[in-house]
């Protein structure tokens, strides 16, 4: 059965530092993209970062570049989203998704079940 199973959520202050983790149980790191979105309260989804299993070559929102970082680990079929220097505005559940094929794509098939991650003092 294919499914992302994510972790790491919770309550960070501002400038800090947080690390998302997602397992990608039945799935072939070598054969599928792997990303994070995010929903805001009251904001539409919006695409965070993806990773390609061709190259890991990676792209980022402009709203997050040089702040998150994307990485894999193939032989833990996982795949991670370390966020320094959070701010308010990065408040949302974050979602890890995949999809068949190497390359980052537009819209993903399998989500996780999502988690939260709140910014505040």
């Known amino acids: ?32 993209a792997m990303g994070w979105f995010r929903q805001a309260p009251g904001k539409e989804r919006e695409g965070v970062s993806c990773i390609n299993s061709v190259d890991d070559s990676t792209w980022y929102a402009d709203s997050v570049k040089a702040r998150f970082t994307i990485s894999r680990d193939k032989f833990k079929r996982a795949v991670y989203l370390q966020m320094d220097n959070v701010q308010p505005e990065d408040t949302a559940v974050y979602y890890c998704v995949a999809e068949h094929g190497r390359r980052c794509k537009l819209e993903y098939n399998y989500w996780g079940q999502g988690t939260q991650v709140t910014v505040s003092a």
């Open 1 to 32: 059965q294919l499914r992302l199973v994510e972790s790491g959520g919770g309550l960070v202050q501002p400038g800090g530092s947080l690390r998302l983790s997602c397992v990608a149980f039945g799935f072939n790191l070598d054969s599928v």
